[in-house]
């Protein structure tokens, strides 16, 4: 995957863009929120923006964005400021300005229902009981049909308070040292997505965290590449 940096570009040519993807990363804005379990979509947007040597220095929609290419092709990487639970309202809006179709939206998100450090992988579904990702499937005209990442934070139990408690709390330290590898493997995961393949993704990627290939290793996933 080749990325690089892009100038922005004028509404008119960006509206050509129909080969273009958004990847948007879901989580809270402010300092307060930045380790929490929740955003752990705005970590993989910042591992992506690094890898692409790019930077969250526009605004559009209530949300930062970062322009970058892959292959002559916009990839537009948008960390909505809208909070998780109005997600739609940023994703909805950029993807309508650059003209992107729903398939090539790809969502970065939480998942309670998944133990630490389980990547779930989806070409379309429901929101499951996500909020952030049910606020984009009403936003997309109810459209499901877009690919999405879930990576697992854990369940403490099934009573309702001490879930929304859960996914706005830091990690533990011991979660937090295990992260970088996780956000890795998210990263790696959405490179396979957006160079077309995300049969390959899911089935490189839908298993236990010990299981994925790391990045280098012999028959690997080839690595992501900026210049």
């Given at each position: 995957m080749i990325f690089g940096r892009t100038k922005q570009r004028a509404a008119a040519e960006a509206h050509e863009d129909s080969g273009a993807w958004l990847v948007v990363g879901l989580g809270n804005p402010g300092r307060e929120y930045e380790r929490n379990r929740h955003n752990i979509g705005f970590r993989v947007a910042d591992e992506i923006a690094r890898r692409c040597e790019v930077r969250f220095d526009q605004r559009r929609a209530g949300g930062r964005l970062a322009i970058a290419r892959r292959e002559g092709i916009p990839v537009y990487l948008?960390?909505?400021?809208?909070?998780?639970?109005?997600?739609?309202?940023?994703?909805?809006?950029?993807?309508?300005?650059?003209?992107?179709?729903?398939?090539?939206?790809?969502?970065?998100?939480?998942?309670?229902?998944?133990?630490?450090?389980?990547?779930?992988?989806?070409?379309?579904?429901?929101?499951?009981?996500?909020?952030?990702?049910?606020?984009?499937?009403?936003?997309?005209?109810?459209?499901?049909?877009?690919?999405?990442?879930?990576?697992?934070?854990?369940?403490?139990?099934?009573?309702?308070?001490?879930?929304?408690?859960?996914?706005?709390?830091?990690?533990?330290?011991?979660?937090?040292?295990?992260?970088?590898?996780?956000?890795?493997?998210?990263?790696?995961?959405?490179?396979?997505?957006?160079?077309g393949d995300i049969d390959r993704a899911m089935d490189a990627y839908n298993r236990r965290p010990e299981d994925v290939p790391s990045r280098g290793a012999e028959g690997s996933l080839p690595p992501m590449e900026a210049h």
């Open positions: 948008l960390k909505p400021q809208t909070y998780v639970n109005a997600s739609g309202r940023a994703a909805g809006p950029v993807a309508h300005y650059y003209r992107v179709p729903v398939e090539r939206i790809l969502v970065i998100c939480d998942d309670i229902d998944l133990p630490f450090g389980r990547m779930r992988i989806r070409a379309g579904g429901s929101s499951g009981g996500h909020n952030g990702l049910k606020s984009i499937i009403e936003a997309l005209g109810n459209r499901q049909d877009f690919p999405r990442i879930r990576i697992g934070v854990g369940r403490p139990t099934h009573v309702r308070e001490a879930v929304v408690g859960h996914v706005l709390e830091n990690f533990s330290a011991e979660e937090e040292a295990a992260l970088p590898a996780l956000v890795t493997g998210a990263a790696d995961a959405a490179d396979v997505i957006l160079a």
